[in-house]
């Protein structure tokens, strides 16, 4: 990053910004709306409203009216960032991806508080958790939406429902039911991509998997290994006998007792199709620790859907990590070698999901995703789509600089940038080009010593693969 590109990512934000001003009734709005991003871009430790607040000389309260009570439409807000990445950010690669994430609290008065597993800690605590959509296209990648899950016993508490302005509409619903309204949400809004991608919390659910599959979205979903799958296509019985027979009459349409339907971590081993196949080795990824190669073995199955009938003919994928012995199942509804579809296209779109989660740690980590300090309902929503617009910003940003030989420049870098923008631009010029060029020097060390452990941890694992006889350079590659 140069000296003009540092002033330039400053200024650009209050024009970003402008683009929101019809989400707010009042210049109030406008204006705590840029003090609220300021402070997630600034360098502000933990990023709630009262630190916040406080750094840029305002009384905390004002700030948690902003989320609480001030006039301002978050939903318009929201729609607004999706309809600027389908216009501006919309790539025929793109991909979509569902995550959760928690945030641990001490009290019992936030909303959709309660004892739940928090995967960021990986132990069941005192959290909330929410839902969030990912999008992913090439040099970009930002938070599409969220939405809080609201345990059973909350939704049917008026009394905490009422203390914490839960809206009447919003009900019980499971994590992939509030996925769902969350893609819907975005294919209105002219998002599209060419598959969705998620973990097996949501693999694992059949009816989410039919609705993707009814609403003609192309996913490749990591599964659990007790998934049925059937590796011939299974024969369904339509119509009732003719003769009756004693006892109760079977339901129809039904699928017949052969072929059986079986556990895909038993087709590994017992499936003559499996077992006479040779495992492909492909590079999925390199990251910052090395390159990772894994296994693959695939075949074409047909899932048991909701109904319990057979779903279209899908692909199955075992994937079997060769450094550390882990193994995953994934499956999709797009068959290798119908429409251009490649076994290595699935495997980037199944260990993608590396990418969005990275993509959450930098909103936790850099914007204070997690650092909400408010109860309600609408207000934690409001602090989530702020947060997402914030994001959006600094990927933006960070895309259009990567298309001028910026590759190595990450979102934590801009977000840097921004912040010693505001902090000094308003010092006369010599102290001010002082500041941004230390940033800029600062910036440079940090890529040369990202770089150099970069290529000692590459140096390190190619080593390791090739004790095991495998040259990383030679194998099939999911890397483009």
Same mark, same amino acid.
């Given at each position: ?29 406008? =204006? ?204 369904? @019985? ?25 556990? @895909? ?70 068959? @290798? ?62 895309? =259009? ?9 990450? @979102? ?69």
């Amino acid at each position: 990053m140069t000296l003009k590109e540092l002033k330039d990512v400053g200024r650009e934000l209050c024009a970003f910004l402008a683009l929101f001003a019809g989400c707010f009734a009042s210049l109030t709005g406008r =204006r705590l709306l840029k003090i609220y991003v300021q402070g997630q871009l600034s360098d502000v430790k933990n990023k709630n409203c009262e630190a916040i607040a406080l750094r840029f000389c305002q009384l905390p309260r004002t700030l948690q009216r902003f989320l609480e009570s001030i006039k301002w439409n978050e939903e318009q807000l929201r729609d607004r960032c999706q309809h600027i990445i389908a216009r501006d950010h919309a790539h025929e690669e793109a991909l979509g991806t569902v995550d959760e994430s928690g945030t641990a609290k001490s009290g019992s008065h936030t909303a959709a508080v309660t004892r739940q597993y928090n995967g960021n800690r990986g132990k069941v605590e005192n959290c909330t958790v929410a839902v969030h959509l990912g999008y992913w296209a090439p040099e970009f990648r930002t938070i599409l939406d969220s939405r809080l899950y609201l345990p059973k016993d909350w939704a049917e508490d008026p009394v905490r429902r009422r203390q914490n302005y839960i809206p009447d509409e919003v009900r019980f619903q499971t994590k992939p039911q509030i996925a769902l309204d969350l893609i819907d949400r975005a294919l209105g809004n002219g998002i599209q991509v060419r598959a969705w991608t998620f973990d097996e919390l949501y693999g694992r659910d059949s009816k989410f998997l039919d609705a993707l599959q009814a609403r003609k979205q192309a996913f490749v979903a990591e599964i659990p290994s007790d998934t049925q799958v059937w590796t011939d296509s299974p024969r369904v @019985v339509r119509r009732r006998p003719a003769q009756a027979r004693n006892g109760r009459p079977k339901n129809v349409p039904r699928v017949a007792r052969k072929p059986p339907a079986c556990q @895909v971590r038993n087709l590994i081993q017992y499936s003559s199709k499996f077992r006479e196949q040779s495992w492909q080795r492909y590079r999925i990824k390199d990251t910052e620790s090395g390159p990772e190669v894994w296994e693959v073995k695939w075949l074409k199955v047909w899932r048991k859907t909701g109904t319990k009938l057979p779903s279209r003919q899908q692909t199955l994928m075992v994937a079997h990590n060769v450094r550390t012995g882990d193994v995953k199942y994934f499956l999709s509804n797009r068959v @290798v070698g119908r429409s251009g579809v490649t076994l290595r296209w699935l495997l980037q779109v199944a260990f993608s999901r590396w990418a969005i989660e990275a993509c959450f740690r930098v909103a936790k980590e850099e914007l204070g995703m997690d650092h909400f300090q408010v109860r309600g309902w609408r207000c934690i929503h409001r602090h989530y789509y702020v947060t997402a617009l914030s994001c959006l910003f600094c990927s933006r940003t960070r895309q =259009r600089l990567a298309a001028r030989h910026h590759r190595d420049l990450t @979102v934590e870098q801009v977000r840097r940038a921004v912040n010693i923008y505001l902090a000094h631009h308003h010092l006369p010029a010599g102290l001010r080009d002082e500041a941004f060029e230390k940033e800029l020097a600062d910036q440079r060390y940090h890529q040369r010593r990202n770089a150099q452990a970069r290529k000692s941890h590459t140096k390190t694992r190619v080593a390791f693969y090739r004790e095991l006889g495998i040259d990383v350079n030679r194998i099939k590659s999911c890397i483009t």
